[in-house]
């Protein structure tokens, strides 16, 4: 593993079901970063953790979760897919606040789409 | 609120400079930083600005002004592969980015 990766590439999904989209890095990053890209918007934050163990809420946190079990992984969880959350995933992880520019750098990212 | 503000769309000539331009306004600032994305690919880091003036890297140079709120990236020599959207994001004072919507920048030989 070199960087980010994320999993799956891709994904159709029922609406209702229950998905998780893997995030795992290998840079020894305290902070890492979900967020979701739409056409015509800017990337929007969904949840983020500053260091393994804690998590917070970003700009649009409704119907995801998220778990920071170790330093390596930040699973992004839909509880119940619904057609809105139709959109390109991306995962990211920096050093973490406060540590120089704390530059983001981010994962190939998960194209999900939800009928 | 926070706003980033830049271009939907520019279009320019290979061989030739380019300056994407990104106001903001945000609660608190942290730095400024500017992404390079290809069409189905993920953001790729180009620069950082924290205090105003210019920086240079290669072909690319990022200025800041923050009295003004505002940033621009110049791309100089421009090349068919420089053809993506371009990013800028101002790290407000939660340390969270504040994302603008992206320039698509448009290469035409």
Known sequence: IAGITQAPTSQILAAGR?????????MRHNAMYWYRQDLGLGLRLIHYSNTAGTTGKGEVPDGYSVSRANTDDFPLTLASAVPSQTSVYFCASSAGPGQGADTQYFGPGTRLTVL | GQNIDQPTEMTATEGAIVQI??????????????????????????????????????????????????SY?????????DSASYLCAVKDSNYQLIWGAGTKLIIKP
């Open chain 1, 18 to 26: 229950r998905m998780t989209l893997r995030c795992t890095q290998d």
């Open chain 2, 21 to 70: 331009n990104c106001t903001y306004q945000t609660s608190g600032f942290n730095g400024l930083f500017w992404y390079q994305q290809h069409a189905g690919e993920a953001p790729t880091f180009l620069s950082y600005n924290v205090l105003d003036g210019l920086e240079e890297k290669g072909r690319f140079s990022s200025f800041l002004s923050r009295s003004k709120g505002y």
């Open chain 2, 73 to 81: 990236l110049l791309l100089k020599e421009l090349q068919m592969k």
